[in-house]
């Protein structure tokens, strides 16, 4: 069963009979997406947070170039902590 099957289900117990539009399962994706960045564990998080902050040291674009992590330091208390230190080391050896 493909991903379209899956949704067009769970629209039939809503709305039976209406045709499920591919608009409809882009949306639901992109909700998927939402809902997993949220969702980034930690330790994925510290493996990309050295080049975070070198590019935030580099060029000030670290939030442009990587989204989510800034995401996750907005939410995660414990990383963005090991991201000030980090930056304050960085910024202190140039
Ligand atoms: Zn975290």
Redesign the pocket.
């Known amino acids: 069963m493909n991903i379209k099957n899956i949704f067009q289900r769970i629209q039939n117990i809503f709305k039976p009979q209406a045709e499920l539009q591919d608009e409809v399962i882009v949306r639901f994706l992109r909700i998927l997406e939402d809902v997993r960045a949220e969702e980034?564990?930690?330790d994925e998080?510290?493996a990309r947070l050295d080049e975070f902050v070198e590019a935030e040291v580099q060029s000030h674009d670290a939030e442009k170039l990587m989204p989510l992590v800034r995401e996750?330091?907005d939410?995660?208390?414990?990383?963005?902590e090991?991201y000030e230190a980090l930056l304050t080391v960085l910024e202190n050896t140039k």
């Open positions: 980034m564990p930690c998080m510290f996750h330091l939410m995660c208390h414990e990383c963005d090991e």
